[in-house]
């Protein structure tokens, strides 16, 4: 890399270079690999990763340090900024549908490509990039759409990547290989419009591409269709799909030649929790590099290329210390600097986006239910509907000689579950009626509600308050209480309950007491599951 401007950040910098090495490592290193992995000194990592940890970008358990979903928060100013994900996602969703495989969004990084949207099929063999990653343009599809249009200048600086790491070890996103041959692939996708990809990334899997290109015609995006060979060969591949893609990229380019971006929010100040941060921890906390990453976030749907004046209005930051961060940043090649304005760069992916792109919710909760158990003391559950049950899917249990033993996995009648009763009573008038009435509500226990009339009756009061107490009707002497985990859109993807005996708390201690701890947990569940799946699918199980 190019020597630093004398105006750089350095904290910023270092605090860079161990996000790249967490994500580069699949989101999880100890203190010490961290040292080895950046070069830096280990009380320079320290103090790093106590600040990301206070800023809710790392978690720190013991001397493992664990890349945190608020880190999310980066890549989606970028993506929200690109716009692509957004609003050509639902084109993905649907040609996905009609093709049954895979559909990816991919945009060019130098001589690299990151993916930005999947949109895949739910098979065993499963077809699936980390959104972020980046890989080496030869090896893929979208790699010739956008060395079609390279400068000179471009196509040295890939000889000279070629020549220097000619098997692709500085791409830890794919296995080792060449990827032969890419001159004239780039020369042949010019002149037909379409790129393919025979089992360049790795065996087995193959994907043909279009680009989808600005007025200029520069392709500002590739979009790929992916399989594998037990399905198709190369050529069937490129016979089936290649006229459907080719439509689908028209309707897409339509659409951004029709979009309205959405009015960008208020600016707000994003740098004071930074202050106070600073003033809690003192020499522990990095406040330059807290600002600096602020500045990443004031970019993002509505706000894709700013002024200094702009960043530093939506950052609360002097102009001064927006500038330095912003000549920071584009060092690092976070940012690029058109004139009088900036934007941000596909690099910023790079920060953590890989690794957690396939963050499922019970990783994301996890941790919360454990912060849980140890405020009310009593074993704590996270579990979807699945069917006319609940499935538990995270789970932190207490350290009692008497208390709930669930494993993960099992499965309970939702009728009879705190969880599966907050779950029935979210879904839709429509489909939980069809659910009850399919339901054989059969007595667990001596307290267990049989009667369809009084269960749709208690559900509408649980849809009411928000949370469901179930006493003793799953099983004697167990009392659970629930509240849902809602999704983006505001429907309950999951629940959460805290169970315990019966001897441990009354029903109204419950309530006074661990209800609105419990509400807590699910509304920072919630943030977490928020940041994450902004852009990407996240698992519910």
């Known amino acids: 890399m190019r020597a630093a401007p004398a105006e750089a950040v350095g904290p910023l910098m270092r605090g860079v270079a161990v996000l790249r090495a967490l994500s580069d490592a699949d989101g999880r290193l100890t203190l010490g690999e961290l040292v080895r992995a950046t070069g830096l000194a280990r009380s320079t990592v320290d103090r790093v990763a106590s600040t990301l940890v206070r800023m809710g970008h790392l978690r720190l358990d013991g001397s493992t340090v664990t890349l945190a979903p608020r880190l999310m928060e980066l890549a989606n100013a970028y993506l929200g900024a690109l716009r692509l994900p957004e609003l050509l996602g639902p084109y993905a969703v649907q040609l996905a549908a009609e093709l049954d495989e895979s559909v990816s969004l991919a945009v060019p990084d130098g001589d690299g490509i990151r993916f930005v ?35 000179p200048e471009q196509w040295e600086s890939w000889r000279e990547r070629r020549a ?36 360049l990334i790795e065996p087995g899997l193959i994907a043909v591409a279009v680009p989808l290109c600005d007025p200029a015609g520069v392709p500002l995006c590739a979009i790929s269709v992916v399989s594998h060979t037990s399905r198709h060969s190369a050529e069937s591949l490129r016979a089936a799909v290649l006229p459907r893609l080719r439509t689908a990229a028209l309707a897409m380019g339509d659409a951004l030649a029709h979009d309205r971006v959405p009015a960008p929010a208020a600016p707000h100040a994003l740098a004071s929790p930074a202050a106070v941060s600073k003033r809690e921890l003192g020499a522990e906390f990095v406040e330059s590099l807290a600002r600096g990453l602020t500045v990443v976030t004031a970019f993002g749907t509505g706000r894709a290329e700013l002024s200094l004046s702009a960043v530093a209005e939506a950052t609360g930051l002097p102009r001064a210390t927006a500038r330095r961060a912003l000549i920071t940043l584009d060092h690092l090649g976070l940012v690029a600097t058109e004139g009088r304005t ?44 699945d069917g006319d049950a609940i499935q ?17 996995g099992t499965r309970f009648p939702a009728y009879a579950a705190s969880m599966g009763r907050v779950l029935l009573a979210d879904l839709p008038p429509e489909e939980r009626a069809e659910r009850l009435g399919r339901t054989e509500l059969s007595a667990l226990t001596p307290h267990t509600i049989t009667s369809p009339a009084v269960l749709a009756d208690l559900l509408d009061r649980v849809a009411e308050q928000g949370y469901a107490l179930v006493d003793e009707e799953l099983e004697e002497g167990l009392r659970s209480i629930a509240v849902p985990v809602r999704g983006v859109g505001g429907r309950a993807v999951a629940a959460v309950n805290v169970a315990m005996h019966t001897t441990r ?10 209800l609105p701890v419990l509400r807590a947990v699910a509304s920072r569940i919630e943030g977490d599951l928020h940041v994450v799946s902004r852009f990407c699918q996240t698992p519910t199980s």
Do not use: K
């Not at 077809?127 to 972020?132: E, K, N, W």
């Not at 454990?370 to 579990?383: E, F, G, K, P």
């Not at 708390?505 to 661990?514: A, H, I, K, Q, Y």
């Open 164 to 199: 220097a790491d000619p098997e692709g070890l500085g791409f830890p996103g794919v296995p080792p290989g060449a990827g032969e041959h890419f001159e004239e692939r780039a020369a042949s996708a010019r002149a037909t419009g379409w790129a393919l990809d025979d089992q």
């Open 342 to 385: 900036f934007r941000l760069t596909p690099r910023v992916l790079a920060l953590g986006c890989p690794p957690l792109s396939r963050t499922t919710l019970p990783e994301i909760a996890a941790p919360h239910l454990a912060a849980l158990v140890r405020t009310v003391h009593d074993s704590a559950s996270l579990a979807v509907l």
């Open 392 to 408: 538990y899917t995270a789970r932190v249990a207490t350290a009692r000689v008497m208390s709930v033993n669930i494993t993960l």
């Open 117 to 151: 949207h999947q949109s895949t099929r739910r098979r065993a063999m499963s077809l699936t990039f980390r959104i972020g990653d980046l890989l080496p343009a030869e090896r893929t599809a979208a790699g010739p759409l956008f060395a079609a249009h390279w400068t």
């Open 505 to 514: 708390r009354t029903v109204g201690r419950c309530v006074v007491e661990v």
